[in-house]
């Protein structure tokens, strides 16, 4: 739990809220059609896509779905997802 | 030692002796004699208090729970547009769980602008997650403000008060009362022990924002703490009956209701001339009780439902209107649930908005309604004004 009695945290715990939860709909990369520009990980609001492997990868657990990686990729190679609810 | 004493100046003595470290008020109208006289105490060095004036209700309480966060014991007072300034600091007071005591002269809303008593304001403010206790007379006051103290700051409990008290009736009267000496209030109200506090070096942060996966549960929490409340009243106003001989071991008052058919139900300063308008009935041989509620939230279900068990009908007043409701009054909703099932019929009156005068005639002629089968309505409208 991040957050204490009267809705209180030590330094650091926001991220201990997984704003994922907030998601409608979830980029998914088709990686035949990226160019590994990283416009994406430039474009994120919430500094969620990392490219730690060869492509880039999204950190579901923070994405909240806004979808700006999908409408800015210049390849157009991200695709929203409706999530199952 | 009993002295006769203005409501509001013997709430300053009583705060007084509550060593509040920091009191944060608006001095303006709508305010009462309250703080004008605290601030007199620390300016005289009789009070050891950080007095915070502020631009406004919602300033005072602002600053009232940043001082609240930082560890210390924190009071105000407000009334009517001051309080519904404040509603918005009020819930994050609660949802903080920061147990700030706060004094409320209850007065009526505007518009139109009125200045005198109902309590439209505090019942405005039910569902604001503060524990509301209503004082009928001065010494009432008086001791709620321990007790309130006391339970707030439990750590089993951690909510803020209002200490609700009719504006006028109860704030401008002179009445006796007994103001207890400073070291018999310390033996009652131990030192303030913050359950968490603000501090840099070893840091926190208050009122967080939780996402719809913790939100729930912070409500759910409140809620709980609100019930254990109940329990935390009762028995700190059995402790303090224990040492000052004054007992709130109750969060109801019943008044002459063995074998009552009607009973009428009230909070506050009201409920002194119900008393008196019961005994002139009982006295012509009406069966007719009160039922004095002490605490409006928690609500004492199980108390009212008690103590109402076996009457034929029940006549709620109503120093409030909530527009729109069957049954006007938002206090008669919450008798009616604690007797739903039973068939006892409960019906409101509205009576005494803006400082109308409550008169013993006018509480036998509620009960004849009541016992017609009429209510859920306003009593003693001018009926030429409509």
């Known amino acids: 739990m991040a957050l204490n009695v009267g809705c209180a945290a030590r330094p650091g715990r926001a991220r201990d809220n997984k704003t994922g939860s907030w998601r409608v709909f979830r980029p998914v990369l088709d990686a035949e059609k990226c160019k590994k520009c990283g416009l994406c990980l430039l474009i994120c609001p919430e500094g969620c896509i990392s490219e730690d492997d060869e492509y880039p990868r999204v950190d579901y657990e923070y994405c909240k779905g806004c979808g700006l990686c999908a409408e800015e990729c210049p390849a157009e190679a991200i695709e929203m997802e409706q999530e199952e609810k | 030692m009993m002295e006769i004493m203005e409501g509001s100046h013997a709430v300053a003595e009583a705060v007084k002796r509550c060593r509040p470290e920091v009191v944060s008020a608006y001095p303006i109208t709508p305010q009462t004699h309250i703080v004008e006289r605290l601030a007199e105490f620390v300016a005289d060095g009789e009070m050891e208090s950080d007095y915070l004036t502020v631009d406004s209700e919602f300033s005072a309480l602002s600053a009232c729970v940043g001082a609240s966060a930082a560890g210390s014991r924190v009071y105000s007072s407000t009334s009517s547009q001051g309080l519904i300034l404040m509603a918005e600091v009020c819930f994050n007071a609660s949802g903080m769980r920061l147990p700030i005591v706060m004094s409320i002269a209850n007065r009526a809303l505007g518009a139109p602008l009125s200045i005198w008593n109902d309590q439209q304001d505090s019942i405005a403010l039910r569902d604001s997650g503060w524990f509301q206790l209503y004082a009928e007379d001065v010494q009432e006051l008086v001791d709620y403000h321990f007790l309130s103290f006391r339970v707030a700051e439990d750590h089993n409990i951690l909510l803020p008060a209002f200490v609700c008290f009719d504006g006028f009736i109860l704030s401008h009267t002179y009445e006796p009362v007994d103001i207890p000496d400073q070291e018999e209030v310390d033996a009652y109200l131990p030192p303030f022990n913050p359950y968490q506090k603000l501090d840099a070096t070893d840091p926190i942060s208050m009122g967080m924002y939780a996402t719809p996966d913790y939100y729930m549960e912070f409500r759910y929490e409140l809620d709980r703490a609100m019930e254990r409340a109940s329990r ?126 409550v008169r013993k005639k006018d509480i036998a002629a509620v009960v004849d309604l009541a016992e017609r089968g009429r209510g859920d309505m306003f009593y003693g409208l001018r009926e030429e004004l409509i």
């Open chain 2, 232 to 357: 935390a009243i009762k028995d700190a106003g059995q402790a303090f009956g224990e040492q000052f001989g004054r007992s709130y071991g109750s969060l109801v008052e019943e008044y002459r209701m063995d074998d009552a058919d009607t009973a009428l139900v009230a909070l506050g300063s009201i409920c002194g001339t119900v008393k008196d308008a019961v005994d002139e009935m009982r006295d012509a041989g009406r069966k007719v009780g009160l039922l004095k509620l002490r605490s409006f939230r928690p609500f004492p279900k199980e108390e009212v439902a008690k103590a109402l068990d076996g009457v034929s009908q029940v006549a709620v007043l109503e120093k409030n209107i909530s527009p729109g409701s069957a049954m006007k009054g938002a206090v008669g909703l919450e008798v009616k649930d604690a007797l739903w099932k039973t068939g006892i019929d409960v019906y409101s009156y509205v009576i005494g908005l803006g400082g109308r005068d």
